[in-house]
């Protein structure tokens, strides 16, 4: 039985805080340090938070252009192949969800610290889960073309 879903609910639990302008921020990311304000009624929800290094965080990516299914160069690269959004790292979706893996500076009450969120100031924050051993992965196939790829010196 196939089911299909024309809405699903979504709650902000806070907002992303930083003084970067939207233009610099995926220059900046790798560096970039910013805040996430968890509304007070998820403050209990960070409970032991702190014990993780690292977070992913999911965000709404609501200032970028609507969607279009067009294949596209990866990174504005005339040398790389056309390829789909799903094989992309780009804000263009079908549904603008931004995922961040970032480092968990520190944790101020309902506020958290963190470097590597590529999320505009006051976007929604969706959901956060703690970054652990099981999504570490070392041996990635990643396309040549791809902005994650190793880079040889």
């Known amino acids: 039985m196939q089911q299909t879903l024309t809405s ?7 907002f992303a805080k930083t003084d970067m302008p939207d233009e610099e921020i995926a220059r900046c990311r790798r560096t970039l340090v910013s805040e996430i304000i968890i509304e007070p009624q998820y403050e209990s929800a960070l409970t032991g938070i702190e014990a993780y ?3 992913i965080v999911l ?9 279009e299914n067009v294949l596209l160069h990866p990174s504005a690269e005339a040398s790389a192949p056309r390829v789909g959004a799903f094989a992309m790292r780009r804000r263009n979706r079908p549904n603008p969800i931004g995922l961040a ?3 968990l ?7 958290l610290i963190v470097r590597r969120l590529d999320a505009y100031d006051q976007s929604p924050i969706i959901d956060i889960k703690p970054y652990d051993h099981y999504d570490t992965f070392t041996q990635l196939r990643v396309p040549a073309w791809s902005n994650s790829a190793p880079r040889t010196p």
């Open 8 to 14: 699903i609910p979504l709650t902000a639990i806070g």
């Open 53 to 55: 290094s690292h977070l």
């Open 59 to 67: 965000f709404w990516m609501g200032r970028t252009p609507p969607f």
């Open 101 to 103: 893996v970032v480092d």
């Open 105 to 111: 500076i520190q944790r101020v009450n309902n506020r």
